[in-house]
């Protein structure tokens, strides 16, 4: 088993900016301080949202993340943790990426995957990876979401439908 930590777009406009929340923030610093003590000895993988003018997404969700901005960029404290960035314009990190051609690179078969949006990136994303047969779990302290209620149901959708467990971040980093 050789594993990889996904944090999903633990970036500006998610954490501070226009879908921020003081949970998003807690989120966000409690995931640099926990990579922060794997940096050089684990792969860490970040997904930065990051979308062109008039993007279609933009329709649903408004303009966010836009490219060339500070809102798409990381969440400041996390910068200097050592880890590979890929920049996505879809909910799920493995699409249109070469998220899965550098995990098994790598040789990576597990995965811990968490941040932000819980009920939106984060569950596409672990439908990517179940849908390219990795094993995984998903860090749910580590993950927020707009709504409290969208963060549990999304939990609880992970687990039934790809059978990814709901762990918490003592569990996984102590290791």
């Given at each position: 088993?050789?594993?990889?930590f996904i944090?999903?777009?633990?970036?500006?406009?998610?954490v501070?900016?226009r879908?921020g929340?003081?949970?998003?923030v807690q989120v966000?610093?409690r995931?640099?301080e926990?990579l922060?003590k794997?940096?050089?000895?684990?792969?860490?993988?970040f997904?930065l949202?990051?979308h062109?003018?008039?993007d279609?997404e933009?329709?649903?969700?408004?303009?966010?993340?836009?490219i060339?901005?500070?809102?798409?960029e990381?969440?400041p404290?996390?910068e200097?943790?050592?880890?590979?960035?890929?920049?996505?314009r879809?909910y799920?990190?493995?699409?249109?990426?070469?998220l899965d051609?550098?995990l098994r690179a790598?040789?990576i078969t597990d995965?811990v995957?968490?941040?932000i949006s819980?009920?939106?990136?984060?569950q596409h994303?672990?439908?990517?990876?179940?849908?390219?047969n990795?094993?995984?779990?998903v860090v749910e302290?580590?993950?927020a979401a707009i709504?409290?209620?969208?963060?549990l149901?999304?939990?609880?959708?992970?687990?039934?439908?790809?059978?990814?467990?709901?762990?918490?971040?003592?569990?996984?980093?102590?290791?």
């Open positions: 088993m050789k594993r990889a944090a999903v777009d633990l970036v500006n406009d998610f501070t900016g879908f929340s003081a949970k998003a966000a610093e995931a640099a926990l922060g794997i940096s050089g000895r684990e792969e860490i993988i997904t949202d990051t062109i003018p008039n279609p933009f329709r649903v969700w408004g303009e966010h993340c836009l060339g901005t500070e809102q798409s990381l969440y404290p996390l200097g943790i050592v880890g590979y960035r890929i920049r996505k879809h799920d990190a493995f699409f249109q990426t070469d051609g550098y790598r040789d995965l995957i968490f941040g819980s009920d939106i990136c984060v994303t672990c439908a990517g990876a179940f849908f390219n990795y094993r995984a779990v302290d580590l993950c709504d409290q209620g969208h963060h149901e999304a939990m609880k959708f992970i687990q039934r439908n790809y059978g990814f467990q709901a762990v918490d971040s003592i569990s996984v980093f102590r290791r």
